[in-house]
């Protein structure tokens, strides 16, 4: 007697589901790379780095272009090990467009040392080791040192330098000042650089009225060579200007 054989009746819907889930996952993906594309870039804080370069370093690689690998990828993430750079955060303004936000590191001068630009903070900490010089930062000299390592204090004799440095350069902020060079004498007084112009500061006594009166001095003398007087100066002096061939 032959025994009748039983089918097993597998169910369909399993197939479906899956499939239907592939599909939609499929196209979500595609609709996610098609017009979730980076089209606009706003970078906030640098200094150092253009926004083209600051954008370079954060949308590169695999879908780097894409606003939601973005947000996947520097969510409650900050973007660190970047030279003169302590942090970056990346924000998702539109499916189109990203904010970059840029904390540079507090670079007060540099100092030429074996052939690179040691930059440093206003304690006179070294932050950066480069070859690039970065524009906006002045060189400053005078300072006597015989080593310097990474993240420690430059080895002067008198620290309280870097406060003063770090003053210059907010100072010249403030007043629309471009100099080239911050030097401090053998007997601790100050001497500006501005291209072929000298500047005697003296020390730091009025030196807020000093740097206040330089932009239009600089202006008046149109490219002529030699050294201004301000060690004596007070608020409505006159100023002296000792011409150099």
């Known amino acids: 007697m032959k025994k009748k054989s039983s089918r097993v009746k597998v169910p369909v819907w399993p197939y479906i589901l899956t499939g239907t889930i592939i599909l939609v996952l499929a196209i979500s993906i595609a609709c996610v790379i098609r ?15 253009s926004d083209d370069q600051i954008a370079a370093m954060v949308m590169d690689g695999f879908l780097g272009d894409n606003t939601v690998f973005l947000y996947l990828k520097y969510r409650d993430k ?35 040392y074996m ?19 970065t524009p906006g930062i002045p060189m400053v000299t005078g300072l006597s040192f015989d080593h310097c390592i990474m993240y420690e204090p430059l080895p002067v004799e008198d620290p309280s330098l ?32 501005f291209g072929d112009v000298e500047v005697l500061i003296g020390n730091d006594d009025f030196i807020d009225e000093k740097m206040m009166v330089l932009p239009d001095i600089l202006q008046k003398l149109g490219g002529q060579k ?9 608020s409505g002096d006159t100023v002296t200007f000792e011409k150099s061939d």
């Not at 980076?38 to 150092?48: E, L, P, R, S």
């Not at 660190?80 to 590191?105: G, Q």
């Not at 052939?115 to 690039?132: A, N």
């Not at 030699?226 to 007070?234: A, N, P, Q, R, S």
């Open 35 to 49: 017009f979730c594309h980076v089209k606009a870039v706003i970078v906030d804080g640098n200094i150092h780095y």
């Open 162 to 193: 870097f406060e003063k440095v770090l003053d210059i350069s907010q100072l010249m902020g403030k007043y629309g000042l471009n100099g080239d060079r911050i030097h401090f004498a053998q007997d601790g007084s100050l001497v500006l650089f």
């Open 115 to 133: 052939d690179r630009y040691i930059y440093f903070d206003r304690t006179g900490t070294v932050v950066e080791s480069s070859q690039v010089l």
């Open 78 to 112: 900050e973007i660190k090990d970047v030279p003169f750079i302590e942090t970056m955060s990346v924000t998702i303004e539109s499916r189109d467009t990203i904010r970059i936000t840029v904390f540079e590191k507090s670079l007060a001068g540099y100092v030429e």
């Open 226 to 234: 030699g050294t201004i007087d301000l060690t004596e100066y007070v």
